[in-house]
């Protein structure tokens, strides 16, 4: 059975910084484009960043350049997003999704397996 398992969410004041991780079990993804994606109360999930299998290639959603950062460790079979000078604008619960594809990654139906996703809040 595939998971995938975030973790590293919590609170954390406006400026301040997290780490989350993606820890997948079941298969290896080390050959598979890998995402973040988030979503705020009353919101629909938006992208945040995509990372390809072999790391080489990023990107990020606008807003998002220059404080976030997408990391794989495909020996761990692990994904992270370093998240820094958070805004409370930044508040969402955070999913990570993997094998993407079907389609641009910067799409979620374009990903084959999702997680339960964990909270990011932010405080002012």
């Known amino acids: 059975q595939v998971q995938l398992v975030e973790s590293g969410g919590g609170l954390v004041q406006a400026g301040g910084s997290l780490r989350l991780s993606c820890a997948a079990s079941g298969r290896t993804f080390s050959r598979a484009t890998m995402g973040w994606f988030r979503q705020a109360p009353g919101l629909e999930r938006e992208f945040v960043a995509f990372?390809?299998?072999?790391?080489?290639?990023?990107d990020y959603a606008d807003s998002l350049k220059g404080r976030f950062t997408i990391s794989r460790d495909n020996a761990k079979n692990t994904m992270y997003l370093q998240m820094n000078s958070l805004k409370v604008e930044d508040t969402a619960v955070y999913y990570c999704a993997a094998d993407a594809s079907r389609g641009l990654p910067t799409l979620r139906e374009s990903y084959a397996y999702w997680g339960q996703g964990t909270p990011v809040t932010v405080s002012s």
């Open positions: 990372i390809s299998w072999s790391g080489i290639r990023t």
